[in-house]
């Protein structure tokens, strides 16, 4: 298992930015894809972005192409989700979860029954 705890959320004006991190502290922490995930009050969650264990592959969902970026750093064992452009809609609990998919491997997968470890979660409001 892979312990991981989010960090960044807060409190954003649309069309502002913020800067999510999931870090671990764990020493096999680069054999694990990350991806992260959001719930809105009343709504689903949704996978939001994913990163390969290598860092080589990642994706998006449609709703946040062009304004969510995503990158590791295998040293710092640490995922950052850059969210620029905010918006309202953007709203809710971000997750990071990771899946085991081996060292160097440059698969991920945005679909939540694969993950096997999540962290608590981190409110994220844009609102003016």
């Known amino acids: 298992q892979l312990h991981v705890v989010e960090s960044g959320g807060g409190l954003v004006q649309p069309g502002g930015s913020l800067r999510l991190s999931c870090a671990s502290s764990?020493?096999?922490?680069?054999?694990?894809?990350i991806g992260w995930f959001r719930q809105a009050p009343g709504k689903e969650r949704e996978g939001v972005s994913c990163?390969?264990?290598?860092?080589?592959?990642?994706n998006y969902a449609n709703s946040v192409k062009g304004r969510f970026t995503i990158s590791r750093d295998n040293a710092k064992k640490t995922v950052y989700l850059q969210m620029n452009n905010l918006k309202p809609e953007d709203t809710g609990v971000y997750y990071c979860?990771?899946?085991?998919?081996?060292?160097?491997?440059?698969?991920?997968?945005?679909?939540?029954?694969?993950?096997?470890?999540w962290g608590k979660g981190i409110p994220v409001t844009v609102s003016a």
């Open positions: 979860a990771a899946e085991d998919t081996g060292y160097g491997n440059s698969f991920c997968t945005r679909d939540d029954s694969l993950m096997t470890d």
């Open positions: 764990q020493y096999n922490f680069d054999y694990y894809a």
């Open positions: 990163i390969s264990s290598s860092g080589s592959g990642s």
